[in-house]
T-cell receptor, first 112, second 114 residues
């Protein structure tokens, strides 16, 4: 157990729908990062939050959004889902912004 | 922007052999490098890291070598075991955003046969 908790582990939904993925960082970690892993794209950075504020943005689609709450857990919202959004979504956390991070076990999203 | 690539998508070895997984990076200003291991159904797990002021760093059964001249690093696993079967990624902090974004290579799948 890495200490980073992601729920749900699996999600199957239809095109056009909206889902929310949840991440609880390790105790004491202030930064949360979201990554998307698909077969042909590898691990792609989506977005980072530090202590509730967005700090960095990657190739995140406009249909996707995220936030970090006062208790430091984070949610990734994916809307108007398309078949191509099927992937593993990983959350990672770190204490600050200058150290390596710890990944959760991921949420496998399947859009049908 | 940065790019990170691995030389082989798959590496097959026999149990007990030494494994070498290679990675190339594009940004000569990169100063920190990390290797991750990802087992099936799990998230990437930190293995070992190295800073650019070092050429070599050793862990338990793993060694990372860094050649800044040719922008290449390698992960060596000694006496490879079936439990080492996984996908291995090298990662480099983005030059623009540092640890706010890690750029990952495409990964090498290590297959260990008994």
């Amino acid at each position: 157990d890495s200490g980073v908790t992601q729920t749900p582990k699996h999600l199957i939904t239809a095109t056009g729908q909206r889902v929310t993925l949840r991440c609880s960082p390790r105790s004491g970690d202030l930064s949360v990062y979201w990554y998307q892993q698909s077969l042909d794209q590898g691990l792609q950075f989506l977005i980072q939050y530090y202590n509730g504020e967005e700090r960095a943005k990657g190739n995140i689609l406009e249909r996707f959004s995220a936030q970090q709450f006062p208790d430091l857990h984070s949610e990734l919202n994916l809307s108007s889902l398309e078949l191509g959004d099927s992937a593993l979504y990983f959350c990672a956390s770190s204490q600050g912004q200058g150290d390596g991070y710890t990944f959760g076990s991921g949420t496998r999203l399947t859009v049908v | 922007g940065e790019s990170v690539g691995l030389h082989l998508p798959t590496l097959s070895v026999q149990e007990g052999d030494n494994s070498i997984i290679n990675c190339a990076y594009s940004n000569s200003a990169s100063d920190y490098f990390i290797w991750y291991k990802q087992e099936s159904g799990k998230g990437p797990q930190f293995i070992i890291d190295i800073r650019s002021n070092m050429d070599k760093r050793q862990g338990q059964r793993v060694t990372v070598l860094l050649n800044k001249t040719v922008k290449h690093l390698s992960l060596q696993i000694a006496a490879t075991q079936p439990g080492d079967s996984a996908v291995y990624f090298c990662a480099v902090p983005s030059q623009n955003t540092g640890f706010q974004k890690l750029v990952f290579g495409t990964g090498t799948r290590l297959l260990v046969s008994p």
